[in-house]
């Protein structure tokens, strides 16, 4: 079941929509603090934000930017406002796609279905070799750093190698026996002590960029990377 977050401050229109998108098998959050959008998106982890741009203090677009810091996930706005500069302003933000009120249901259908398709499902583009995104957090690929709110830090070649592994295996305990194997070089030696240096250096440099428990020690098997770590900042 596909995760939808709508934010939108007409409960009337919400529950009409929460009501007719599960019944076509999506889950539906609406948002319920419009001073806490980002942290409800956080929590929620949807894979496409329904956003509307007259929101109680911020706007839709403050929150859409706000939402890009941490992910590239759908976000198609639905509003009231028409003018071509709004639609403009809303792709420039961050937007993917436009609904205008009034809407017909079957249109916002359409729209999810399509963008679902284009991003997760088979329309999806193979995806980009250089570089791996998890939260805001940012793995180039090519040049060996992972970044995150603009702020990069360089990776020797054996804490790219376990970033890599850990990033693309999220949430799933990866054993030590593996993990050494993914260090293996033919022309050092590599034992348990070199993949649990690594693993220290390496959390080290995450706490740097703020990511604070994002590898997890999992007794007697091995590590697990999270990517609902807490935050020091």
């Known amino acids: 079941m596909s995760r939808i977050y709508l934010v ?17 098998d999506y889950e539906l959050q609406i948002a319920q603090d419009f001073n806490a ?8 982890q949807p894979e496409l934000v329904l956003l509307d741009i007259n929101l ?10 706000k939402i890009r810091t941490v992910s590239k996930c759908p976000i198609i ?21 436009y609904i205008t009120k009034p809407f017909e249901f079957e249109v916002v259908l359409a729209k999810v279905k399509s963008l679902m398709r284009r991003v997760y499902g088979e329309y999806a583009v193979e995806q980009n070799t250089n570089y791996i995104e998890r939260l805001g957090l940012i793995l180039h690929i090519d040049a060996m750093e992972m970044e995150y709110n603009d702020m990069c830090i360089p990776l020797s070649k054996k804490e790219f190698l376990l970033l890599k592994e850990f990033m ?8 030590r026996n593996h993990l050494l194997e993914i260090l293996w070089d ?4 590599v034992d348990d002590n070199t993949l649990s240096v690594n693993v220290t250096r390496l959390r080290k440099k995450l706490e740097e960029l703020s990511r604070v428990d994002a590898i997890q020690t999992v007794r007697g098997a091995g590590y697990k990377f999270v990517a609902d770590w807490s935050s020091e900042s």
């Open 186 to 189: 033919d022309q050092n030696f």
């Open 77 to 97: 706005f639905i509003s009231a406002r028409d003018s071509g500069m709004d639609q403009v302003m809303a792709i420039e933000n961050g937007g993917d796609d």
């Open 37 to 44: 959008i980002l942290e409800e998106f956080e929590a929620f």
């Open 168 to 175: 693309q295996n999220e949430n799933q305990v990866l054993h």
């Open 8 to 24: 939108e401050d007409d409960p009337k229109i919400a529950e009409l929509l929460r009501e007719y998108l599960e019944r076509y």
């Open 56 to 65: 109680p203090r911020f706007d839709g677009f403050y929150w859409c930017r």
